[in-house]
């Protein structure tokens, strides 16, 4: 089906490891990002990317590595998660062409223990 | 500096009544969009209205409808003779033109529960 997932939709993981979150989009949007949503700061962007090969930082890098080789695929990795890497995290694409929307995907509720 | 503001952090209001939420923008700008997002217990954010800076006109869809002020760097979301089903957290954002990275810039949005 088209549109934007991301995978795992729920993740534990313990303090120290490292962890991908995926996520793909169908409709060759150019532009990808991913935020972290945490009570009482709303979304906050992390980073986003542009165009395959081409990624930048957002607000909250920190801790985050992203790649992407392939316009579809966005993947997320925590190098050596912390506790306060808990937080749900949401992917989101758009086409800088089209009306500025962002689409989401689901989120991925993840727990650092 | 918190480029969008909403200063509601909670609201219940009981079935049936109006219920505004408000959102202030700060951009230097003059070509922005400014959104509203949905985001129901299920947890997805679910896309409202999205209006661009040189559209001031007010729009309505339904019991819902947007008051867009430039004057007052304001966006506010008018849901009139709510329901349970909008009990949600809502988010404005905003974009800036002139930002390559298209970037969003959330509030910390307003939680609002509609008391049956």
């Known amino acids: 089906d088209a549109g934007i997932t991301q995978s795992p939709r729920y993740k534990i993981t313990e303090t120290g490891r490292q962890v991908t979150l995926m996520c793909h989009q169908t409709?060759?949007?150019?532009?990808m990002f991913w935020y972290r949503q945490d009570l009482g700061h709303g979304l906050r962007l992390i980073y986003y990317?542009?165009?395959?090969?081409?990624?930048d930082k957002g607000e909250v890098p920190d801790g985050y590595v992203v790649s992407r080789s392939k316009t579809e695929n966005f993947p997320l990795t925590l190098e050596s998660a912390t506790r306060s890497q808990t937080s749900v995290y949401f992917c989101?694409?758009?086409?800088?062409?089209?009306?500025?929307?962002?689409?989401f995907g689901p989120g991925t509720r993840l727990t650092v223990l | 500096a918190q480029k969008v503001t909403q200063a509601q952090t909670e609201i219940s209001v009981v079935e049936k009544e109006d219920v505004t939420l408000d959102c202030v923008y700060e951009?230097?700008?003059?070509?922005?969009?400014l959104f509203w997002y949905k985001q129901p217990p299920s947890g997805e954010l679910v896309f409202l209205i999205r209006?661009?800076?040189?559209?001031?006109q007010n729009e309505i869809s339904g019991r819902y409808s947007w008051n867009f002020q430039k004057s007052t760097s304001s966006f506010n979301f008018t849901i009139t003779a709510s329901q349970v089903v909008d009990s949600a957290v809502y988010f404005c954002?905003?974009?800036?033109?002139?930002?390559?990275?298209?970037?969003?810039?959330f509030g910390t949005g307003t939680s609002l529960t509609v008391i049956p």
């Open positions: 989101a694409s758009s086409d800088p062409t089209g009306r500025n929307e962002q689409f």
């Open positions: 409709w060759s949007h150019s532009y």
């Open positions: 209006r661009n800076s040189f559209d001031e």
């Open positions: 990317s542009a165009a395959a090969d081409i990624t």
């Open positions: 951009t230097r700008d003059t070509t922005y969009y």
């Open positions: 954002a905003l974009s800036e033109a002139w930002n390559t990275g298209n970037q969003f810039y």
